[in-house]
């Protein structure tokens, strides 16, 4: 067991590097993204936070080929993609397991071959091996979710993409996965787009945090805190503090 | 573990208590005399003429006779219906081109065909068959059709970025995901296979439970009139009993069926 870990950790991957320029989505009339550059380097954890539909989720989506761009371009590692990149994964705010596999076998769908040894080296990296030979109905949902970043985790992606995967869970599950998650990405250097509503959890994770307002970019901020970041340091509850007021536009509550 | 057993225990006793009284309470007035032998007989006769006919062999003909026309009439009915609804479920240009037409045919009741049928196919097996056939494939049809198109899309869309083959998707996602409609269309259909056998093999057949009760009929053997009736029942029981079976088995990563 404890060699098939180090193998996955061995031939972890380094992360891909995106550039996106004038990206523009369109819905028929309504123009949902106006033009985003954005630049990624290789292995780094952006956060994009934004109100809901801001765009900050059809631009994860775009990124990750499951949506065509209207106009501009995505370019990864240097090439125009088109489609689903073979080495991106993305996680959903739902788990989507397939309720008829065990956890197991979820976590092994689309590996070529020895499959099961490197499911339970990924299951095992999110502490749920022992849960293998489950159905997903009967975990809860934060084990779900881990199911769900073991499954991504499997492919040796190096990019994730992260659509609001912590959004459903409670409070503690939640900080849970955010150091599950920032454990496996210093672990695997892969690069990470996470989504999110949650001021807080961007701060917490990202390197630098992207405010999405209207289909715009309006803030890019980069986050110099050492890791491990503490929730009641005073330099991240100004920093969080600078990007909420942003979001909210300086209006705490409205009246 | 052993007051669960003592409570199922007594939900069975408990459900059986009914139909048992009922058999005991008919079983008295036939002997008493209160109930002629010819408008019912009693319980305990028509367990002796089963045993009779049984031991006999013309019970076993019979059945086999009904049994075999059913189950042609379900295989040719049911994978008709399977593939047709697989094929539309799948294409939208197939459910544009057949699924109105199937839809309208659908609206007819299918016991007003009967005349046509014999007309068609004779009072042989054909028309007995066809008619269990016609009957099993459209709960088949019908809900293959909606289990292939109410697949969870989300699902679906996980299995594209996880770079799964068409084929691989269909097998993984599709199929399991349209399995549990599909079977409730089998269980259905199993349902309309036994009614249709029993008007089929009432009009007209030489062998086949229908073709017992029917001829019992013409003597007044009011016995083996009930005893072919009560062999439907079982018949219609077991064949669901055997539907369930196959749920439990195929559905068992479903909280509905885990025990």
């Excluded at chain 1, 596999?101 to 040894?117: E, H, M």
């Excluded at chain 1, 489950?134 to 499997?154: H, I």
């Excluded at chain 2, 066809?130 to 009957?135: D, I, N, P, Y």
């Amino acid at each position: 067991m404890d060699a098939r870990v180090a193998e996955v950790e061995v031939s972890s991957s380094t992360g891909i590097a995106i550039n996106t320029s004038h990206l523009v989505k369109r819905y028929g009339e309504r123009e949902v993204l106006h033009g985003l550059d954005l630049a990624i380097a290789p292995g780094e954890f952006v956060a994009i936070v934004g109100r809901s539909g801001c765009g900050k989720s059809t631009f994860l989506r775009l990124l990750a080929g499951l949506e065509q761009t209207t106009a501009g371009a995505i370019v990864l590692d240097g090439k125009t993609s088109a489609g689903i990149h073979p080495d991106a994964r993305i996680m959903f705010q739902d788990a989507r397991l397939l309720p008829w596999r065990t956890v197991i076998q979820n976590v092994a769908l689309g590996l070529p071959k020895d499959k099961r040894a490197a499911a339970l080296a990924a299951l095992l990296e999110v502490g749920l091996a022992d849960r293998a030979d489950e159905w997903p109905a009967n975990l809860s949902g934060g084990q779900r979710q881990r199911v769900a970043l073991a499954r991504a985790l499997v492919h040796q992606p190096r990019l994730l993409l992260l659509d609001e995967p912590l959004g459903a869970l409670d409070a503690l599950t939640r900080i849970e996965m955010q150091c599950l998650i920032e454990r496996l990405w210093q672990q695997h250097n892969f690069t990470v787009l996470l989504v999110t509503h949650d001021v807080a959890e961007a701060v917490t994770l990202g390197d630098r945090v992207v405010l999405i307002e209207q289909g715009s970019i309006t803030l890019d901020l980069e986050i110099n805190l050492p890791r491990r970041r503490e929730r009641g340091a005073a330099e991240f509850a100004a920093l969080e503090g600078k990007v909420l007021s942003r979001v909210l536009d300086g209006q705490l509550c409205p009246n | 573990m052993s007051s669960r057993t003592k409570s199922f225990r007594s939900d069975w006793l408990l459900s059986w208590l009914l139909p048992v009284t009922i058999v005991l309470g008919w079983q008295l007035a036939a002997q008493a005399g209160w109930l002629s032998t010819r408008i019912l007989p009693a319980p305990l006769d028509v367990l002796k003429v089963g045993v009779q006919l049984a031991s006999s062999g013309e019970l076993y003909h019979h059945f086999l006779a009904s049994f075999k026309r059913a189950v042609t009439g379900l295989l040719i009915g049911g994978s008709i219906g399977f593939l047709l609804g697989f094929v539309t479920g799948l294409s939208r240009l197939a459910q544009n081109l057949i699924d109105s037409s199937i839809q309208m045919v659908r609206n007819v009741p299918l016991l007003a065909l009967v005349p046509l049928v014999i007309l068609w196919f004779g009072i042989g097996e054909g028309g007995k068959i066809f008619l269990v056939a016609l009957a099993v494939f459209f709960p088949i049809y019908l809900n293959t059709f909606h289990g292939l198109r109410s697949v969870d899309k989300d699902l679906i869309e996980m299995g594209r970025t996880y770079g799964l083959s068409r084929f691989a998707l269909f097998r993984e996602v599709i199929l399991p995901g349209a399995l549990p409609s599909i079977l409730v269309g089998l269980r259905m259909s199993l349902g309309y296979m036994w009614l249709f056998l029993v008007v089929a093999e009432t009009i007209s057949a030489n062998e086949g439970i229908g073709y017992m009760t029917m001829n019992a009929r013409e003597f007044l053997q009011t016995d083996v009139m009930v005893l072919g009736i009560a062999i439907y029942a079982l018949l219609g029981k077991s064949s669901d009993v055997l539907a369930g079976l196959l749920e439990r088995h195929c559905l068992k990563w479903h909280k509905g069926y885990q025990t």
